[in-house]
RNA sequence: GGGGGUGUACCAGAGUGGCCAAAUGGGGCAGACUGUAAAUCUGCUGGUGUAUGCCUACGGUGGUUCGAAUCCAUCCGCCCCCA
């Protein structure tokens, strides 16, 4: 009655690669399974999301989820298909990075629900007090170089140069795999797709270390599809770069936004990657939109869901109004008549800019608030901004702005403090410090 | 250590004394069309509001010249070949 694990992953299209016998060691026995993440940064993105799903699956499906941070691999850097060296991250931050990274982790998984209760290990536990000679002794021997220079993920970058820190990358994450195989028990690590030479480097290394009897591997290796956007550009960026899981990077407004704008091409695939719904239900999903694509439901439910999952509930509702507001068919009447205090809610992921009352009085036309009284932030330069009035792409409080001379006193603010610019169809809050 | 190459705007990449704020492509930002989608078409894409102006910019510094992204010297970075 329980899932199985790789059908569950085959009909969402998150299986991409799986090392023979694989699938059999997952049907005959609770199996411990490990996901990595380094700690490049304070939070995880969505790009992170992907494989998080990986090992919830894992878990609904009877095994024992492991995730690893990498508080020492994030020390070094992995160079798998990158273009170029890295500069280190200074501890501080790692250390800062590691632990939002942890509690965020934390809200994926169970971690008290009996055997198969989800663990958490940080492997700088274990390379902090192994030597340079030692590791050299206990891992390096085992590989040879010609191996881990035959991996399509550092190839580029033995053409174009590559340290020896960042080489050495997939010696530790191979050893990562061993240290837990040895002490957790651990047969089975997952990732995205750029990530099968590590793993199997770590594969390679149990292997070699504890031989190989019976003719089948005793550690396994699974990776699901990197996830690609229809146009070819990169999933999980927007113009402010990635969409980050913590609120305080990546509003609840404009994580809930990025869903939205997805293109009905691409969202079939994410449906299956990252809701929970299951296969009867995306595809009634599927066959509402194609009746009525406008409508946008794949989109809605999607976000939905994951604002809500990712976020909160209230944080739905919320951005659910605020966006009725900000694309329906609002006027300057209904801006008007939102009070004070609820416009502060509403509108609090919305991109905004304080500026002081001195500075609104002080300001003489439009083109130089949305310039160099907003810092900058709204356009870069007052000639982008009168370009942009120019091409008739500003409007205040909802009404189109004219010309670019035209003078503040033109414009009423709401509540006596807000002001609503929009950038085409983007839209930015001012706000006046009281 | 020897030899060769290369460094140009967000990226790729042309430009080899004035016509260069620098071709072209990509990206980005808008407009039209739409559904806050995709595709397509159009405009813009160094700053300063209009000045044949001025300032800042072709890896850094210094020089040659009326004039330098372009020539010279030197330093720095990167790549390739030989040892």
């Known amino acids: 009655m329980t899932i199985d694990f790789t059908e569950e992953l ?9 090392m023979p016998g694989t699938d059999e060691q997952l049907r005959k026995e ?30 609904r499906a009877g095994h024992k989820p492991y995730a690893l941070i990498g508080g020492a691999t994030g020390m070094i850097g992995d160079p798998s298909f990158k273009a170029a060296e890295r500069t280190f991250l ?29 663990e958490m290990v940080n492997n700088y536990d274990w390379f902090k007090d192994i030597g340079f000679l030692q590791f050299l002794r206990d891992a390096g021997k085992f590989l040879s170089v010609n191996y881990m220079m035959s991996k399509d993920s550092v190839k580029k970058r033995l053409e174009t140069g590559i340290s020896f820190t ?20 651990v047969r089975l690590q997952m990732g995205g797709s750029d990530q099968w030479g590590n793993i199997t480097t770590g594969t390679e290394i149990i292997r070699r270390k504890e031989g190989d009897e019976e003719g ?27 969409i980050w899981l913590d609120a305080t990077k990546t509003s609840p407004y404009e994580f809930y936004q990025f869903w939205l704008n997805q293109s009905d091409e691409d969202l079939p695939r994410y449906l299956r990657v990252f809701s929970f719904k299951n296969k009867q239900e995306i595809e009634a999903l599927e066959s509402s939109h194609a009746e009525a694509p406008h409508l946008r439901i794949m989109q809605k439910a999607l976000a939905e869901e994951l604002t809500s999952r990712i976020h909160s509930e209230r944080a739905f509702q919320l951005v659910l109004k605020a966006t009725e507001v900000l694309f329906g068919k609002a006027t300057l009447e209904t801006l008007q008549s939102i009070a004070a205090d609820e416009f502060e809610t509403v509108f609090n992921g919305v991109p905004q800019t304080e500026i002081t009352l001195q500075e609104w009085n002080d300001c003489t036309n439009i083109t130089d608030l949305v310039s160099t009284v907003t ?40 509540q006596e403090r807000f002001l609503l610019i929009s950038k085409g169809k983007k839209n930015h809050l001012i706000k006046l410090k009281m």
């Open 30 to 59: 609770m199996t411990s399974g490990y996901i990595g993440f380094d700690p490049t940064a304070s939070s995880l993105h969505i790009g992170n999301l992907a494989t998080i799903m990986l090992l919830v699956h894992f878990q």
């Open 10 to 18: 085959r009909w969402r299209g998150m299986l991409h690669d799986m």
């Open 216 to 242: 089948y591997f005793k550690a396994y290796a699974l990776t699901t599809p990197l996830l690609t956007k229809s146009d070819g550009s990169k999933f999980g960026k927007s113009e402010g770069g990635n």
């Open 90 to 118: 200074d501890e501080e931050t790692l250390r800062f990075n590691q632990e939002g990274i942890r509690k965020q982790l934390e809200q994926f998984l169970d971690f008290d629900c009996g055997a198969n209760s989800a």
């Open 375 to 414: 810092y900058s932030e709204i356009y870069a330069s007052k000639g982008e901004a009168r370009r942009a009035i120019q091409q008739n792409a500003v409007s205040v409080n909802k009404v189109k702005v004219t010309s670019a001379e035209q003078p503040l006193t033109d414009f009423s603010l709401l």
């Open 166 to 185: 960042e080489f050495s990358y997939q010696l530790l994450q191979g050893y990562d795999f061993y240290h837990l195989y040895k002490n957790k028990n």
